[in-house]
């Protein structure tokens, strides 16, 4: 898929998952600030395909983010 | 001699001095079985997400583990019955880290993690929305 050097109506942005570069982030399920920020305001996940996350990557994200509701670090549900 | 790293979280009522007597206890326990505890953690009183057995906040303590699994399995039995702790997680690691954990971390120096982490700090995931 070509991406469009000019810019269009919506600025796409680069398209690597932040984890899986060899100095990536390490995914902890105790660092709650991370976890957050691949979560909703009201703490569902986002889909990968929105964050460009690895499958790989998605699943022990997935994994840290419900260690860390488990521990009362994030919740389950917000309203 | 396996790895592992426990996180406990005890009642808010407790004082840190009863914190710290609870973490001996366990320390202990495992020490019966031959096991050693590398580095013990106390992140203080935080606020839990949601409140379990009505209590809304909790202290947290995080234990590095060098043990056989028998003096693990020991030790959360106890934990079970010990009613001042309200949850605890018990994970097997390949390493033990022995800087402060990320737990720590949020409480001190609160942004300095992400700062020349390389753009991700302007990593928003919903911008541009979906495609």
């Known amino acids: 898929m070509t991406v469009p050097v000019t810019r269009k109506p919506f600025f796409r942005r680069r398209k690597t998952c932040p984890f899986s570069e060899p100095d990536g982030i390490p995914i902890d399920y105790k660092d709650v600030k991370l976890l957050q920020r691949f979560t909703t305001e009201r703490g569902k996940m986002i889909p990968s395909r929105i964050t460009s996350v690895s499958q790989k990557k998605q699943r022990e994200l997935s994994q840290a983010i419900k260690r860390a509701r488990f521990l009362a670090l994030m919740p389950y549900v917000l309203d | ?131």
């Not at chain 2, 106390?42 to 995080?62: D, E, P, Q």
């Not at chain 2, 994970?91 to 949020?106: G, N």
């Open chain 2, 1 to 131: 001699m396996t790895f592992y790293e426990t996180v406990f979280v005890a009642r808010q009522e407790l004082s840190a001095a009863q914190v710290e007597t609870l973490a001996a206890t366990m320390t202990d326990i495992l020490a019966t079985g031959q096991g050693e505890v590398t580095k013990t953690e106390f992140c203080g009183l935080r606020t839990l997400a949601y409140s379990i057995k009505k209590n809304r906040k909790g202290h947290y303590v995080l234990f590095n583990i060098q043990a056989p699994s028998a003096a693990v399995k020991e030790m959360e039995r106890q934990m079970r019955l010990n009613e001042d702790i309200l949850r605890f997680l018990t994970i097997k690691v390949d390493t033990l880290d022995p800087e402060p954990s990320a737990l720590m971390q949020t409480k001190q120096n609160r942004d300095r993690r992400y700062e020349g982490l390389g753009g991700h700090e302007e990593y928003r995931p919903y911008e541009g929305g979906r495609e």
